[in-house]
């Protein structure tokens, strides 16, 4: 799982310092991940909170989890505002992500069952409710695909535009990012990685859903006439595109992706950032496949070793996304494949680095996840100190 996220990782420093993602050569391998790696991130999240929780065997929540939690979302909140000013030119997701993990918190208390019916029509319902909510909110046309600073605790409208922007129109807002983390939680609760055959399972199931997700939306917007009512939306509510050569992702790249509230055949696409229900799918089969084949590779012998560092740097993910948050904006570096190499180089080295010189004060911990362990700790002890008799949350 480490392994995987690592993988995530990288995929982000390749949208965000490495070359454009075209179909040729050694470009096909950024096409496949365009736009996966948030999706693919926020997938392993939600995986990790289940197993945190018992996976397979749920338990309930230890004492002082929702203090935890509360201090857990606070702390990468500031953070994601604060690497946010930095002006680096990412859409910083940590901010989001102490929204998800605000909204997981209940979710990891119901039943496996309702949690898997919860799971699987949250692909569909977010995007839905996002495109339908849209035009009350000032989103129908235009506006979409931002992300919070500093403004969101500085004053009372830049706290409404922050909500606004955390759970409708942001880049990775809760509404269609969270039906990731409730489908990795899902995942949690029924596959068990120590199994043999977990790999196998995880591998099909992931390759079915990207070829679903994929080719259903192909099949809606040629066959199904998807495509000419999307140019026909252009036409009315966005004149600008119509002399780009593709009118449709002309808009969607206008908002970062996310997809306007003027034709339901919007929520036919399955490109990247377009947050519908066919890219959620798709992104979710190949962040499956990908665990698989981490699984896999754990599982032999000879490919184990070439998994260690990738794991390290899984491990240490909040801070090598900081820094390469950092990096950027001091260095501005030229986007291509010397940068991409240069950071994954890097990242590898520096966290092979901590790890071996930290063994044993800070295990398995990044310096970021180990003073949010630390204030998480704090936190929860404190509750168990004042309440000593209080009951499990």
Known sequence: MDAARAVAVFAMFAAHIGPPARPEGAGHLLVAFDGRAPAVFTLIAGLSLSLSRGGTRPRPAARGARRGTLVRCAALAALGLALAELRSGIAVILAFFAVYFLAAEPLARLRTRNLLVGAAVSPVLGPVLSYVLGPYFGHRVSGRGRYPGFEAVTSLPGFRDALDTLLLSGAYPWLTYFPYVAMGMALGRVVDLRRPGTAVRLIGWGALAALAGHGLSALALGPGGGREALLRAVA???????????????????????????????????????????????????????????????????LRPL?????????????????????????????????????????????????????????????????LHVLVRAATSRRGASRPGGTKA
């Open 307 to 371: 998994l260690r560092p990738l794991a390290t740097v899984g491990t240490m993910g909040l801070s090598v996304y900081a820094v390469h948050v950092l990096a950027r904006a001091e260095l501005r570096p030229q986007h291509g494949w010397v940068a991409l190499g240069a950071f994954c180089l890097v990242s590898l080295a520096a966290c092979a680095l901590w790890a071996r010189v930290f063994r044993g004060r800070a295990p398995g911990r990044g310096p970021l996840e180990w003073a």
């Open 236 to 302: 009315d509510s966005h004149p600008f595109a119509l002399s780009a050569p593709d009118p449709v992702q002309a808009v969607l790249a206008a908002q970062a992706g996310a997809i306007p509230s003027t034709s339901w055949a919007w929520l036919l696409v399955d490109g990247p950032y377009s947050q519908t229900p066919f890219e959620t799918v798709a992104n979710t089969g190949a962040g499956v496949l990908l665990l698989g084949l981490a699984v896999a590779a754990a599982r032999s012998g000879p």
